[in-house]
């Protein structure tokens, strides 16, 4: 079956109620688009949990910052065709803005996922989080998916998902893909581009760092706050301006205790004009 590309909610609510009166299961990746081969394997696993494949390619203006890179963000939709055709979706939803907030993202009704929203990139990125929360609430009203993709780099991201779905009583299966790295480490984003040549030989560093730390609570250290400092300086140390290392519970993202079974240590840095985000998770 062709690919088909679709602008409004309409012609997707009318797809997807098609494929699903034929007892069709749906697995939904929504994107901002600039695909790379972390988003081919967001693709792959969501083929696994569905027999219709819907992908959606939205830059979110909510979910940016007054002086972040909204209008710059990198857009290339007849690639991103290309890659969603050979990857076998059925369904690309390119909708505008306007068809997303009708009313405008400044006044649209917004959901706040508390404790999550607000801690770590929150802090750095005020209104982030309500913005991805918010987008993903309304695709996911549009779409009905049974499964939807998200990766595990942006694992705040991820998690605030996870709880927005159980608090919201949505009926999606959240699925988590894991992080795709370049051959030296460096987490794949869509934000790498932003790196010159020089930033881009220092930026496998972080991922280098992240493991240093978790060998450290592999090996059954629990000195929480020195291994964040000690995470923090050496990137500190490589020119990058890290806005927080972190030792964090996996599954809420709050401070650990020494008997805490699944650990995640998150970071994220500023490198040039990019800020890099990458995490480890450790299940000891
Ligand atoms: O991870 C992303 O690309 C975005 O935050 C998402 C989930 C598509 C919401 O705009």
Redo the contacts with the bound molecule.
């Keep these: 079956m062709p690919m088909e590309t679709v602008s409004t909610i309409a012609a997707v609510r009318e797809r997807v109620r098609r494929w699903r009166a034929e007892g069709r299961r749906i697995a939904f990746v929504?994107?901002?688009g600039n695909l790379h081969l972390g988003h081919v394997s967001l693709i792959e696993t969501a083929r696994r949990h569905g027999d219709r494949f819907v992908a959606s390619i939205?830059v979110?203006p909510m979910?940016f910052g007054p002086n972040e890179d909204f209008a710059h963000y990198p857009r290339t939709p007849a690639q991103d065709a290309r890659m969603l055709t050979e990857a076998g979706c059925d369904l690309m939803f390119m909708p505008d803005v306007a068809e997303i907030y009708p009313n405008g993202s400044d006044r649209a009704t917004r959901i706040e996922v508390p404790g999550l929203s607000s801690v770590l990139c929150g802090e750095f990125r005020p209104g982030h989080f309500e913005g991805?929360a918010t987008?993903?609430a309304k695709l996911f009203h549009i779409v009905e998916p049974d499964a939807a993709v998200?990766g595990e780099k942006?694992f705040q991201?991820l998690t605030l998902i996870r709880r927005m779905v159980v608090d919201l009583c949505m009926p999606v299966t959240v699925i988590a893909a894991p992080t795709v790295r370049e051959p030296d480490g460096l987490a794949m984003s869509s934000r790498n581009q932003y790196l010159t040549e020089e930033e881009r030989r220092k930026a496998p560093i972080i991922h280098q760092t992240l493991l240093a730390a978790v060998e450290r609570l592999r090996a059954g250290e629990r000195a929480f706050a020195e291994i964040e400092r000690e995470g923090t300086e050496a990137l500190e140390g490589a020119g990058l301006r890290p806005d927080y290392f972190a030792v964090r519970r996996a599954d809420d993202l709050s401070d650990p205790e020494d008997g805490t079974k699944h650990l995640v240590v998150l970071t994220a840095a500023r490198l040039g004009r990019a800020r890099l985000i990458d995490n480890l998770q450790l299940r000891t």
């Design positions: 929504p994107t901002m939205f979110n979910q991805v987008v993903v998200f942006d991201q």
